[in-house]
């Protein structure tokens, strides 16, 4: 599975003040913030830090599991983690494309059906038979009062 991750990220003036309330460099606060949305994207339900274990995001990053408490208690503090654990606003950025992707390909699935149809209709039909049934549909129309046109095909 995979997240997205806000462009800009890095130069984020909101980084500078969690990295100064932490204590730490603006670089260790934006790997901890990075682990942290990845803990979250892989997480049931996703967004989610519930079962955030600062110790094992410290040993991955080769820091102390207190730096990564201070981060995510800087976060929080600045609410861009919520009061029940989970990255504020998680739904928002991670938008799936699932649902626009299945209405584009059922879509594209409907064109190439009729596309198909229409394809068999036409190498089922001689030029001579397809003549044939357009004159018969022309003199119909005729009988029943509407105007005759010619539909092109």
């Known amino acids: ?37 990845d803990h979250a994207a892989r997480a049931r339900p996703r967004g989610s830090l519930k079962a955030l274990k600062p110790d094992e995001i410290a040993a991955a990053l080769d820091c102390a599991a207190a730096e990564v408490a201070a981060v ?13 654990g989970a990255i504020a606003h998680w739904n928002r950025y991670q938008r799936l494309s699932t649902p626009r992707v299945r209405a584009h390909r059922a879509r594209n ?13 036409s190498m089922n039909e001689t030029d001579t038979a397809r003549h ?10 005729r009988r029943h009062g509407a105007p ?3 539909d092109g095909a």
Request: aromatic share 2%.
């Open 109 to 121: 699935e409907i064109d190439a059906h009729r596309a198909r149809s229409r394809t068999s209709e």
């Open 132 to 141: 044939k049934r357009l004159r018969q549909e022309m003199a119909a129309r």
């Open 1 to 37: 599975m995979s997240y997205k991750l806000p462009t800009g990220l890095p130069q984020d003036p909101k980084l500078t003040l969690v990295a100064g309330r932490a204590g730490l460099t603006r670089g260790v606060a934006l790997a901890i913030w990075i682990a942290l949305i």
């Open 72 to 84: 995510a208690a800087a976060l929080r503090h600045k609410g861009l983690i919520t009061p029940d």
């Open 148 to 150: 005759a046109q010619a």
